[in-house]
């Protein structure tokens, strides 16, 4: 079974509106973490967001805001208020802290925000 | 500013010519390890280390050697380049298991 899960291959979203990115993750370790990366076409991977499994709220950093929601096991990143540069590839990450140093990549979505 | 640096950048070359990627990284993290992104593959994990000394192999590490010496430098020796390993190659770092990974900006190599 696929660790991460990213179903929407490509998603557009019109300048200032939110959008949601879809994540489900697999894991039967009860301690672990999910991230979130954003891959312009320049190819850099930024680091976006994180939840740890134990953490009570969702993460917020800015416009990005994880919606976790452990018993459906998924983790969407949600951007609110889009600009044209949030155009790009955007990753789901998972680590299973009882597992050493493995960490589990979706295939990732397309965001394109159109003007 | 905290970062984690990749050098070269850009590199093509040829097959057979031993090269180095270096990666450092100044937040004082535990562990690193190095990845290569290939279309339709996604990323893909060559080696990691959880201390100084301490490296093991990930998914892919046929043809890559690594070392850890340093806390801070991570570098990726490749030491008889082919063409198969022509990719977008990324180094990262965190500083324990239960905290997210900070990669570098990436090396994108060419080998012909």
């Known amino acids: 079974a696929q660790k991460i899960t990213q179903t929407q291959p490509g998603m557009f979203v019109q300048e200032k509106e939110a959008v949601t990115l879809d994540c489900t993750y697999d894991?039967?370790?009860?301690?672990?973490?999910l991230s979130w990366y954003k891959q312009p076409s320049s190819g850099e991977m930024i680091f976006l967001i994180y939840?740890?499994?134990?953490d009570q709220q969702n993460a917020t950093e800015g416009r990005y805001s994880l919606n976790f929601q452990k018993a459906r096991k998924s983790a969407n990143l949600v951007i609110s208020a889009s600009q044209l540069g949030d155009s790009a590839m955007y990753f789901c990450?998972?680590?299973?802290w009882g597992t050493g140093n493995q960490f589990y990549f979706g295939t990732g979505t397309s965001l394109t925000v159109i003007p | 500013e905290a970062q984690v640096t990749q050098n070269p950048r850009y590199l093509i070359t040829v097959t057979g010519k031993k090269l180095t990627v270096t990666c450092s990284q100044n937040?004082?993290?535990?562990?690193m390890s190095w990845y290569r992104q290939d279309p339709g593959l996604g990323l893909r994990q060559i080696y990691y280390?959880?201390?100084?000394?301490?490296?093991d192999k990930g998914d892919v590490p046929e043809g890559y050697k690594v070392s850890r010496k340093e806390k801070r430098n991570f570098p990726l020796i490749l030491e008889s380049p082919s063409p198969n390993q022509t990719s977008l190659y990324f180094c990262?770092?965190?500083?324990?298991?239960?905290?997210?990974?900070?990669f570098g900006d990436g090396t994108r190599l060419s080998i012909l």
């Open positions: 990262a770092s965190r500083r324990g298991q239960d905290q997210p990974q900070h």
């Open positions: 937040m004082n993290h535990e562990y």
């Open positions: 280390s959880m201390n100084v000394e301490v490296t």
């Open positions: 894991t039967s370790d009860p301690s672990y973490g």
């Open positions: 939840q740890g499994s134990y």
């Open positions: 990450a998972m680590s299973e």
